[in-house]
């Protein structure tokens, strides 16, 4: 029986974490913010840690005693990237230094996002061995958390996840479009040609989380912890060309590195068609959106959530991210060393999501 910490627990994957790791007999800590809604872990039977995702005093009595931490707490959505940019590079930073002050460090699972890898070529898969390149806002704070927990890897044993398009029941992401497509019939697409995508079902991502610390490969030190510090790779700067770093360096940390996706890789029209089928739908228009439309349509969205003073999902910077080449992610480095293949084709997983969506009253 382990002794495991998780962030970010009373979150969509969190709680899927949270649950398979008290089905197993782990011991489960789960480090919540004190508005986190929590009923749903106080039924699983976990223990409790309030506390500031910021603050090194609270991680630190969080990861004390533990074998493992799953770090998943972080920002998807900001009004300022600077906000983003906090959360997703120094919460990692001060989970690794936590753990780097125990006795025994733990093995540190870190989600992260294909977005810090950046997009792919059209036409060809990234691997981990691919030098970063991310170009949206938010695939920039992913990778400055990455950067930021690699000074500590030669103390701590850390392994980072990059899950691409993360679905499954209670998942609100994907939830507007299967609504769409069951109330009207209707599947918004950006352009005539849209990127293919990397999506995992939950289930499997946290199947895939697990393994990763069972025996999943750990980051390779980069070398003197005082000339990482001190330099672009640590994240000083936060230019496009500061997250390439060395790339030896780079190269490098593709060991402890995981993409998290299914081996297929619809674009936004086939999900939708895809979508259209796990709902029974015969009839599907699928509306391409080309520019200058997507960006006028994020830019009002961004706006209102700025009025607003509440973030939403859709701005300029997802619709970077939805104009990509391609997000199509290679798994072979999970297969191999993991040894994890997934139980079911994607189609079957978007019938397991739809058939929860209505027993539950979503659609």
């Known amino acids: 029986m382990s002794t495991v910490l998780v962030t970010g627990a009373s979150g969509f994957i969190g709680r899927y974490l949270v649950t398979a790791l008290t089905e197993r007999g782990d011991r489960v800590r789960a480090f919540v913010r004190s508005s986190s809604v929590v009923a749903p872990l106080i039924d699983l039977g976990v223990e409790l840690v309030r506390g500031d995702l910021l603050c090194a005093d609270d991680l630190a009595r969080a990861a004390t005693g533990c074998d493992v931490v799953y770090h ?13 940019m906090r959360v997703n590079r120094e919460g990692p930073a001060s989970m690794a230094r936590a ?15 294909v977005a810090a890898a950046g997009p792919a070529r059209r036409g060809r898969l990234r691997t981990e061995a691919d030098l970063p390149a991310p170009l949206s806002n938010y695939g920039r704070s992913k990778r400055a958390g990455e950067l930021a927990v690699a000074p500590y890897s030669d103390r701590v044993p850390i392994t980072v996840i990059r899950p691409g398009i993360v679905f499954g029941p209670r998942d609100k992401l994907l939830l507007p479009a299967f609504q769409a497509v069951h109330r009207f019939g209707v599947h918004v697409a950006p352009g005539f040609v849209s990127p293919p995508l990397s999506l995992v079902y939950v289930d499997d991502l946290v199947e895939l ?35 390439r770093g060395n790339g030896v360096a780079a190269r490098n940390q593709a060991q402890g590195c995981y993409f998290a996706c299914a081996d297929e890789y619809p674009d936004y029209a086939e999900l939708g068609r895809m979508i259209a089928r796990s709902l029974h739908r015969p009839h599907l228009l699928v509306f391409p959106v080309t520019a200058p439309l997507p960006w006028l349509v994020a830019g009002a969205a961004e706006l209102m959530s700025r009025l607003r003073g509440v973030a939403q999902p859709l701005g300029i910077d997802k619709m970077r991210e939805a104009l990509a080449p391609s997000w199509a992610c290679s798994s072979e480095s999970a297969r191999r060393e993991l040894d994890f293949t997934l139980p079911e084709p994607l189609a079957v997983r978007l019938d397991q999501t739809a058939a929860w969506y209505r027993e539950n009253g979503w659609l």
């Not at 697990?210 to 700067?237: D, E, H, M, N, T």
């Open 209 to 243: 989380l697990i393994r990763a610390a069972q025996r999943g490969k750990r980051l390779v030190p980069i070398g003197p912890r005082r000339r990482i510090a001190g330099s672009r790779f640590a994240g000083g700067r936060f230019g496009d060309n500061s997250f």
């Open 99 to 113: 753990c780097a002050a125990q006795p025994k460090p733990p093995v540190l699972v870190l989600v992260s996002s």
């Open 72 to 84: 998943l707490a972080g920002s998807i959505n900001a009004l300022r990237r600077e906000d983003q």
